[in-house]
């Protein structure tokens, strides 16, 4: 992979996802905000643009070792991608969230005094849930079965297709704007939780419930990262397809 300071960050990533423990090192959104350069991010981070093309490098060659293996989501089939995002992720998030209320009720009865920061927690949570719950259900009612739709349409040279809400890049923008606002609330709760770390008077439920969260999180960024640097991009270009 031939990387420099102009090189996109969701492309990087979308290239090869273990790239993403560079860039979450490095405080740089990969999901939400993977359409900024290199140097772009380096500069709103303060950090040497050299510095973070060597460490992703260093990665690189490092994950090449014999042994080391990556699923390559780009090279799947839209509708294949769709289907994995809907009964990965989706089931994921909605096993998981109220699994993670029921921890944070616990929590601040507990330990709500000593730390009130776990009552802003839960209230992040709890509209982060309710929203993404929304969320899935507009993609899984709405966006998806059109890309369903498209794919095989696409590969009998089709070029008649049309959906209810005209060009398919008006959902796929809203989509876009509530990871945003998705992956802006969970900057407030690891700031909150101070980066997941549990007090020195945190009991076994409270590090259960950081690291569910944590794990809820990293959940949260593949699956942005999926749709916003693969699947909404590879979609449009589709309808392009079908409008020439």
Known sequence: MNISKESMIGVIVAEDYRTASVFEQAGI??????NRS?????????????????????????????????????SWPLDLLADFIEKRHHRYASAQIPAIQTFLEKL???????HPELAEIKAE??????????????EELMLFPIIRKMVPLHEKGSREMT??????QNPIRVMMSEHDSEGERFRRIKELSNNYTVPADG???????????KAFEEDLHLHIHLENNILFPRAIEMERHFAR
């Not at 140097?39 to 990665?59: M, Y």
């Not at 601040?108 to 000593?114: A, E, F, L, N, S």
């Open 125 to 138: 949570f709890d509209a982060c849930a309710g929203a993404l719950t929304s969320h899935m259900k507009k």
């Open 108 to 114: 601040i009865r507990v330990h709500g005094v000593q």
């Open 38 to 74: 290199i140097a772009d991010a380096c500069r709103e981070q303060k950090i040497a643009a050299d510095e973070l093309i060597g460490n992703l490098k260093d990665k690189i060659e490092g994950l090449a070792a014999p042994g080391n293996t990556h699923i390559d989501y780009r």
């Open 163 to 168: 959906t209810p809400f005209g060009s398919i």
């Open 29 to 34: 959104d990969f999901c939400c905000r993977g």
């Open 203 to 213: 009991c076994n439920t409270y590090g259960i419930t950081l690291v569910t969260l």
